[in-house]
Structures are given as structure tokens and as C-alpha cells.
């Protein structure tokens, strides 16, 4: 059983709470039925990203064998067999339809799963080939994030802003960048590239790269804030006092990547760095108060 969830990766689910971005921003957080759809929604991503990690670990066996840390992956270590992952696969596509079909009526399901379709076979190339042009992998990975956004609005039939899709991109492609820092940090002192296209990429290449997308993204933030649209929503003109929180969140990622060089895997940094935690939960009830108490 340790071996399935190691291949299916529920520590990696935290990602799909980008579905619930529409709901939050679009303030019906207390709406009952876009809980229900946002959640629905979130679950069926889960499903759909697993079946994409059995079909990673299939297609990249005899590289994994080769890796010195994953090598201990379920399929390269022989605790799984291709055939398992195969069948883990299919169960995880058949749980995500079986989530997205219970999502609304015929025209929430349609929307929904026509974005779930197109992630999932964009991924599938991703993990096929794509994945091995760089610059094109990072863009790939922050769109897929883009695509959970818009799902989530499909979902609860939230319009989304145009600075909200963007912000999303700009963000998940610093977080992309930042994780590839570390992919050129371990080529440098190893002197094998982790991955085929890391060889595309160095250190000023990439440090210019995180300091681009990261100020693009504050700024594309307080644009978000004090855009006409957004303050006559909320009814409050106030909202770019979070931008606080936005720029000390970025500052501290990028220390983490920098100074300390743990920015491999950005789930795990958001499961376990106290600071960054305490970030995004100061952003979040500063965000709600001025959206739902104070408007």
C-alpha cells in the first residue's frame, strides 16, 4: 500500500487547490453549492495529476533506474510492477471522470471536463517529450495551473479576472524557475543533469529569470488590487495592503532557492517552512477580512 501512494503522490494534491481560487476571489466562499463544485472539482484534478504520475514513472523507468534519488521510486525500486502502475493509472482517469461527471448539470460537466481532457493529454506529451525543451517545460507547468484556475471558474461559474489568470501563470512560473535552480545547482557539483534539457539552463540564466517573474508578479498583484473592477466588486480599496504579504512571500522563496538551495520541490517547502506558512495565513485572513467583514 506504501508503494501505491508513493506512486500516486497525495502530498502533491496541494497543488490542485488552485480550483479553489475562482471561489475565493470571487467571494462566495460561504456559498454552498460552489463548495460543492469547487471540491468535486479539486478531487477530480487529484485523480487526473495521479494518473499522470503512474504514466511518468512508466514512461521514465530505465532513467529513474539511473538516478540516484529516484531511484527509489515504487517502479524503479521493482515494488510495483508496469502492469500495477498501468492499472493504478486507469483507476485514477476513471475516479477523476466519475468526480468531474457529479461536478453540475451536462453544461458544468462539459466545461469541467473539457479542461481536465486537455490537462490531461498536455501532460501526457509533457511527461512524453515535452518535458526535455527548456523554457517550453516551465510555460507547460505554470499553464497546467492555469488550467486548475480556470476549471474551478468553469465550475462554480465564476467569471475570472484577467489578472487573476495572469498572476496565476506569472507565480507557478517563478515557482517552475525556482525549481529548476535547483536541478542546475545539482548538475554543477554532480556534473550529470538531473533532467535532459537542464543543460539549457545555468545559474544566470535562471537567477535573471526568478527576479523577472517574481516582480512581474507583485506587480501584476497590485494591479490586481487596484483595478476598478476588483475594488467595485469587494467594495473595498484597501486590498493592496495584502500586497505586504505577497512580496514578503516571494522574498522568502527566493532566500530559500538563493541562500538555501531547497527549492527542489516547492510542495514540500509550503508543507514545512513555518515562515511561508504564517505568509499565506496572514494574506489570506487580511484578504477575507477586507473582502467579508470590513467592505
Not at 80 to 109: C, E, I, P, Q
Not at 199 to 227: D, E, G, K, P
Request: aromatic share 12%; glycine share 4%; net charge positive.
Amino acid at each position: 500500500m506504501n508503494s501505491i501512494f508513493k506512486l500516486i503522490r497525495p502530498q502533491q494534491w496541494l497543488k490542485n487547490v488552485f480550483v479553489f481560487i475562482p471561489m475565493f476571489f470571487g467571494g462566495s466562499l460561504l456559498d454552498p453549492s460552489d463548495i460543492r463544485a469547487s471540491a468535486l472539482t479539486f478531487l477530480a484534478y487529484c485523480f487526473t495529476a495521479s494518473s499522470v504520475y503512474c504514466f511518468n514513472d512508466i514512461n521514465d523507468l530505465e532513467a529513474d533506474r539511473r538516478h540516484p534519488v529516484k531511484c527509489r521510486r515504487p517502479l524503479a525500486s521493482g515494488a510495483l510492477s508496469v502492469r500495477a502502475a498501468w492499472l493504478l493509472m486507469l483507476l485514477m482517469l476513471a475516479l477523476a471522470a466519475a468526480m468531474s461527471a457529479l461536478v453540475g448539470d451536462a453544461a458544468h460537466v462539459m466545461k469541467v471536463g473539457g479542461v481536465l481532457a486537455f490537462y490531461y493529454v498536455m501532460n501526457l506529451c509533457y511527461c512524453a517529450k515535452l518535458k526535455q525543451y527548456a523554457i517550453l517545460d516551465v510555460c507547460i507547468v505554470a499553464f497546467g495551473f492555469v488550467l486548475r484556475v480556470l476549471a474551478g471558474g468553469f465550475a462554480t461559474d465564476i467569471a475570472l479576472s484577467k489578472w487573476l489568470v495572469l498572476m496565476t501563470f506569472l507565480l507557478t512560473l517563478f515557482l517552475s524557475f525556482a525549481k529548476r535552480r535547483d536541478d542546475v545547482v545539482r548538475m554543477n557539483e554532480t556534473g550529470e543533469p538531473p533532467r535532459k534539457n537542464t543543460i539549457r539552463y545555468n545559474l544566470t540564466f535562471i537567477n535573471q529569470a526568478i527576479t523577472v517573474t517574481a516582480a512581474v508578479t507583485l506587480v501584476c498583484y497590485i494591479m490586481y488590487t487596484v483595478s476598478p473592477e476588483v475594488t467595485a466588486r469587494f467594495n473595498s480599496d484597501m486590498l493592496y495592503l495584502t500586497s505586504v504579504f505577497v512580496l514578503l512571500g516571494l522574498l522568502r522563496y527566493m532566500q530559500i532557492t538563493v541562500v538555501d538551495k531547497k527549492s527542489g520541490d516547492p510542495t514540500k517547502m509550503m508543507l514545512h517552512d513555518r515562515f511561508t506558512q504564517l505568509v499565506v495565513l496572514a494574506w489570506a485572513l487580511t484578504f477575507l477580512l477586507l473582502i467579508y467583514v470590513f467592505k
